[in-house]
């Protein structure tokens, strides 16, 4: 049993009801402060970590995101007061891949004082450049390219299942020694309002998330004060594709050592958890915020397009550099890797 499997079960055992929401379950799995799995600090991506990203494929990725901001401050005006900002900055490898590529100022949403410190370690060479806030309605009024690169998948999701006649939750309670499900209403009229949006052909048991922290994120985003572009990539499905018959078991999964399987209540805060995000809903929320779609496209086309200029200039060259960045170009772009798995949702604010 886990530390945090303990206190989950200290709280249950002090709880009335005797259950928490899986939302509320994943929030202390994935950021409790001391025993979340992301809450200590940054987690060890790639090889020798839990799980690959774009990041971590190699410095490509922020090169194009470099070329990105470029477009978006030539389209916005060449305003002196351009900025990329990047919520959801990890260990700031992202962002130093960018700031190598380009001299625009920098702003990190980071609301975590340990990933900050380890985002200023690492990013000390750009010193003057880089500033920090600690949240969305801290930022100041810009224009700018806002950078999101895996956020909304690692958000708490509440669990639902059909039963044949209606939508019901999924709670976590203690069986014995071990934590189970269990079944219940809709703990709050907001997701009950949501679950009356889900299908009803779906077979009996048919089990699946909803992200409502994504839709908050999302009304947050369009009410932060800065101008601009907001770019996301994220893992995902259109709402047909999310919502097949065939996905009886939904998308939430845990990772360890680039394993992964559907156990998602054992070695809690050891473990990712994470969920394919609706971008349906997440499109739906930002344009009756006020915000309007850009692009929505599979990574593999948006970033095989972006990438154009840069393979032009590397024709003919057969040195060791050149071939390690068509590496990951190929990483980032073709359908077995990484181009069909990843979406790219682009929205101007």
């Not at 990933?115 to 990013?123: G, K, M, N, S």
Request: include cysteine.
């Amino acid at each position: 049993m886990t530390a945090l499997t303990r206190i989950l079960h200290d709280d249950l055992s002090a709880r009335p009801e005797g259950r928490l929401t899986f939302a509320q379950v994943m929030q202390q799995a994935l950021y409790h402060p001391e025993h979340g799995y992301y809450g200590p600090g940054p987690r060890r991506i790639g090889r020798s970590g839990d799980f690959y990203t774009a990041v971590s494929v190699g410095s490509l990725y922020g090169r194009l995101l470099g070329n990105l901001a470029q477009q978006v401050k030539a389209e916005l005006g060449e305003s002196p007061h351009f900025c990329v900002i990047e919520q959801a900055a990890h260990d700031g490898q992202l962002a130093e891949d960018i700031l190598s590529t380009t001299d625009h100022p920098y702003i990190i949403v980071e609301p975590n004082p340990r990933y900050e410190a380890v985002q200023r370690q690492r990013l000390a060479p750009f010193e003057g450049r880089v500033n920090w806030v600690a949240s969305l309605a801290a930022l100041p009024p810009v224009p700018a390219l806002f950078v999101c690169n895996e956020l909304p998948d690692a958000m708490p999701v509440h669990l639902v299942r059909w039963t044949g006649e209606r939508w019901e939750e999924l709670y976590v309670h203690t069986a014995g020694t071990t934590l189970d499900f269990i079944a219940g209403p809709a703990s709050s009229e907001r997701l009950a309002e949501e679950l009356r949006r889900l299908p009803h052909d779906l077979p009996p048991g048919y089990t699946t998330e909803v992200n409502l922290a994504a839709l908050d994120w999302m009304q947050e985003l369009a009410t932060a004060p800065f101008h601009g572009v907001v770019y996301i990539a994220d893992y995902g499905f259109d709402e047909a594709e999310l919502y097949s018959p065939e996905r009886t078991s939904g998308t939430l999964r845990r990772y360890s050592k680039h394993q992964t399987d559907d156990h998602v209540l054992l070695d809690l805060g050891e473990c990712d958890l994470t969920t394919h995000i609706n971008f349906t809903r997440l499109i739906e929320t930002a344009e009756a915020t006020g915000m309007k779609q850009r692009a929505y496209e599979l990574q593999g086309r948006f970033l095989g397009k972006l990438g154009l200029p840069l393979l032009a200039t590397l024709e003919g060259r057969v040195d060791a550099s050149t071939q390690a960045l068509l590496r990951q170009y190929h990483s980032l772009t073709h359908p077995a890797f990484m181009g069909r798995s990843f979406r790219i949702l682009l929205l101007d604010k």
